[in-house]
């Protein structure tokens, strides 16, 4: 079956080489040099390739735009910056994986293949999977907090699974009403307890949506490392 992926890629050159390399898929690829004409494309998608530095914006709020638009469409970041910390944005955005430019054909298509097939991308020189830097849970962490009690742990760990779902609800919906002041006072609560029962990956999930606020570029994430942190323990 052909794909639909949306491109956006501002650089010409860029723009034609990503273009035929995913269209060996085979897809068909719809191009978009910025972010308006991106928005003027007619979804749905099944696989979003995204310029993390475009004319009229950042990749990570476009990004927002079109899960508004279709929840969950699976995403990869492109990027000719390797820095750490614009990587970090990236994937607290909610993309899957970080491919750095320049990428050989045979890379790209892989890491599109992995996402349309909702895989982890293999990580390479080339592609930064989103979501692995840090596990869901860090006993070792947890234990160190605690002075060392395993039985603490467990009951506190208890204690905070059985809240989770119900902060996380109260969360979304300050962030929904653009209640930026109880989203920084649920957030910052939420960063304490993570800490204490060695939620790593959802600690680090909260503290960047919470210093990005009234910018909901980390909500993806924030909402994956939640997710995992259900599943992992």
């Known amino acids: 079956m052909t794909s639909r992926i949306l491109l956006v890629e501002d650089d010409a050159t860029t723009a034609e080489f990503m273009r035929a390399t995913l269209e060996d898929l085979p897809a068909t690829v719809l191009l978009a040099r910025s972010r308006a004409q991106a928005l003027a494309q007619e979804g749905p998608f099944d696989l979003c390739l995204v310029d993390a530095n475009l004319p009229d914006g950042r990749g990570e709020e476009l990004l927002t735009r079109l899960r508004e638009r279709q929840p969950g469409v699976p995403a990869l970041a492109h990027t000719a910056d390797h820095g750490q910390d614009t990587q970090a944005k990236l994937c607290a955005a909610g993309f899957a994986a970080v491919v750095v430019k320049p990428v050989r054909a045979d890379v790209l298509r892989q890491a599109a293949r992995d996402a349309l097939a909702a895989r982890p991308p293999v990580p390479v020189v080339e592609v930064r999977v989103c979501g692995n830097d840090l596990p869901a849970w860090d006993d070792t962490a947890a234990l160190t907090a605690?002075?060392?009690?395993?039985?603490?742990?467990?009951?506190?760990?208890?204690?905070?699974?059985?809240?989770?779902?119900?902060?996380?609800?109260?969360?979304?919906?300050?962030?929904?009403?653009?209640?930026?002041?109880?989203?920084?006072?649920?957030?910052?609560?939420?960063?304490?307890?993570?800490?204490?029962?060695?939620?790593?990956?959802?600690?680090?999930?909260?503290?960047?949506?919470?210093?990005?606020l009234p910018d909901l570029s980390g909500r993806g994430e924030f909402v994956a490392a939640w997710q995992a942190s259900r599943m992992q323990d």
Do not use: C, W, Y
Request: no cysteine.
């Open 146 to 212: 605690l002075g060392g009690n395993p039985a603490h742990l467990d009951t506190l760990r208890g204690l905070f699974l059985q809240e989770l779902d119900s902060q996380v609800v109260q969360i979304q919906h300050a962030l929904d009403t653009a209640d930026v002041a109880t989203a920084h006072q649920l957030l910052h609560r939420l960063k304490a307890s993570t800490g204490l029962v060695g939620a790593m990956r959802l600690r680090a999930a909260t503290e960047a949506l919470d210093a990005a």
